[in-house]
């Protein structure tokens, strides 16, 4: 089994929260990607917007809408210069408006996916997976997609059991 990639997006700040405004020190989806970086000895990677979304909630769903509505490619600060070494990548997102957000779409068409297994989780507050499993797929021909993981965001710190048990699944 070689060595696998956890490539993750994930926004601090304010957020909805079980019903309600916190906010957030660490994103739920960085919490679960630490998760799965551990128990893979996995290299994590975080995807961030060349200038950050703004860390207030509203404001923020306005910035996600008008990326999603115009289906733009915002740029991102770094790419990973190869994804050559890695045949196993975890990519993990929030649901945003029923897909990943769209500067994971920017890091994602930037490569080559050809031959590798990419296994995708999801934080949300109630929409699953959504679309993404189907926009993984068209961002990312070649690729296999394994079954994806969704976490509820509120849980994501008391998820290691559901994440352990997944993660398991895919190094088979
Ligand atoms: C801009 C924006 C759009 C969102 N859209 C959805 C959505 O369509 N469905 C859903 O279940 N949750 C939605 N959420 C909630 C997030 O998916 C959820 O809070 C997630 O755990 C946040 O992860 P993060 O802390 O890693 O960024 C949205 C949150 C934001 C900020």
């Not at 923020?60 to 990548?89: H, L």
Request: charged share 30%; proline share 3%.
């Amino acid at each position: 089994m070689g060595k696998a990639l956890i490539v993750y997006f994930s926004r601090k700040g304010e957020n909805y929260w079980n019903g309600s405004m916190k906010n957030l020190e660490k994103g739920n989806t960085e919490i679960v990607a630490e998760m799965i970086a551990e128990l893979t000895g996995g290299e994590l990677f975080e995807v961030k917007r060349i200038t950050d979304y703004a860390a207030e909630y509203r404001k923020c769903v306005e910035e996600a809408k008008e990326e999603f509505q115009t289906g733009v490619r915002p740029e991102i600060k770094t790419f990973k210069e190869s994804i050559d070494d890695y045949d196993t990548v975890f990519v993990g997102f929030p649901n945003w408006c029923g897909t990943m957000p769209m500067v994971m779409f920017t890091f994602l068409e930037h490569y080559d996916w050809s031959g590798k297994r990419i296994f995708p989780f999801c934080t949300n507050e109630g929409s699953g997976m959504g679309r993404s499993e189907d926009d993984l797929k068209k961002s990312c021909p070649g690729a296999t997609i394994g079954k994806g993981l969704s976490i509820h965001g509120a849980e994501a710190a008391q998820s290691r059991d559901k994440v352990e048990d997944w993660v398991k699944n895919t190094r088979q």
